[in-house]
């Protein structure tokens, strides 16, 4: 890991995996367990960088593959970086792109190489390969990196899962090497992403494989990409535990109270998640682990704060008729005020959870979230993972 990034455990549970650190970056400290917001093209939906860093932000998460559709990372690099250009002085991860690539499903070639598929903006053809997606971020200049991976779909054949897999760690290979051999001096930490699907050999042989690589931080990705909460479970809490402990470690794409639990439980540090920013576009609130639709009649006349323990700007100043209100009438500062509310509510999540964790207390005070009774997400019970 580079002098300038560096992952501190702090306190470890003694009942579970879960761990308390800090992971430093050149744009500061992230103290972890910690979720991300997510800033798809530079910018969290709705929110200035203020109010973003006033939901108790640390680390916010920015998207490759759009950002090189729209405006390109020339112009990004243009306007002095990513951080300089959005206004955000923390540290920013920035996804490979993988991920929405492979989305695209019919619009999309796969080959060894890399990826061709058709610009949804203009139509023109773009090739990515791992060497590509390493330069864009390389010219985009976030703190972590990630490497370019092929996300299998759920469901999808153990043979496709494998071949994914497998692909995904040999372009692991050369996105070191184009990391290695970047022509832009910036202070970039790789991260690795395992694959392997629902298939727990494949996930355990991807995961060791990549401990051989010594990488400042690690991801575990293809989840929360189709398959059932319990799945999600199963699959973090055979992976996590096989990756190095001194390192950071990364569940991409999840966002719900009980998979964040779990995830620490297993080991987790870092969470991201459109959740908070799409729910609040869609007029719902997160508040202690339930969902709120501020359209129903009961909030129309409620004058009571959002949630009366949230010290959100949302929650002190406003109440659920007002937002209630804003909601019904499509006004723009509904979604900017249940963004900066659904964002705190998961940071000061994991916030909680870190302190526990601190203290000695995360698997009792968090026990709802770690069993499988009223669960959204039980974690012990076999629902079809392969285990093979």
Known sequence: MSAKFSFQRLASCNQTKARAGIFFTPH??????????VGTLANVKTLTPDQLQDTGAQ????????????????????GGGLHKFMGWNGPILTDSGGFQVFSLSEMRK??????TFRSPHDGQIINLTPERSIEIQNILGADVIMAFDECPPYP???????????????????????HQHSEHDRDQALFGIVQGGVHLDLRSAAAIALTEFDLPGYAIGGV???????LIAKIVQATAPLLPPEKPRYLM????????????ASGVDLFDCVIPTRWARHGTAMVQGERWNLKNA????????LDETCACYTCQNFSRAYLSHLVRSQEILAYTLLSIH???????????????????RFPTEFAQWLTSENAECPVDKDLGLIED
């Open 224 to 230: 929360s990409v189709g398959e059932p909460p319990e």
């Open 28 to 37: 500061g400290p992230v103290e972890t367990p910690r979720f991300m917001p």
């Open 298 to 305: 009961k909030f129309r006349e409620d004058f009571t704060p």
């Open 110 to 115: 796969i080959s060894e190489e890399g990826v």
């Open 156 to 178: 999808a054949s153990r043979q496709e899962v494998e071949a994914a897999t497998q692909r995904t760690y040999r372009w692991l290979e050369r996105c070191i090497v184009a």
């Open 342 to 360: 659904n964002i705190t509510e998961l940071i000061r999540f994991t916030q909680r959870i870190r302190k526990a964790i601190l203290e000695d």
């Open 253 to 264: 794409g999840v966002g719900t109270y009980r998979e964040i639990a779990i995830a620490i």
């Open 59 to 78: 680390m916010v998460l920015c998207n490759t593959y759009h950002l090189h559709l729209q405006p390109g990372e020339a112009i990004v690099a243009g």
